[in-house]
């Protein structure tokens, strides 16, 4: 069960850094951009890691709040990225 988080996880991964430089093509990405994408990737990563783990141990309640913690934290970060850093400053 583990073994399937970890493909998954490098999966994902690999999507997220293919995702990364389409949007650099599309979009001028500043410093803030950068790193905010970067929190927003690492607590998304965090999210699938804890939870998964937690339910994969018999702790489903642990694992529920690591959904509700890291990924509402995520989801918060990701739309204030895209507000804020992205979206104004598409590439003509």
């Known amino acids: 069960m583990m073994g399937l988080m970890w493909y998954l996880m490098g999966m994902a991964t690999t999507g997220a850094i293919?995702?990364?430089l389409s949007l650099g093509r599309r979009y001028r990405?500043?410093?803030m951009a950068n790193v905010a994408l970067f929190g927003t990737f690492a607590l998304a990563w965090l999210c699938v890691g804890w939870s998964w783990g937690s339910f994969a141990e018999g702790e489903p309640q642990?694992?529920?709040?690591g959904l509700i913690c890291?990924?509402?934290s995520t989801m918060v970060l990701a739309v204030l990225t895209w507000r804020n850093f992205i979206?104004?400053?598409k590439k003509a």
């Open 18 to 20: 293919w995702g990364y």
């Open 29 to 31: 990405l500043g410093a």
């Open 62 to 65: 642990s694992g529920a709040m």
């Open 70 to 72: 890291f990924g509402l």
């Open 87 to 89: 979206r104004p400053f």
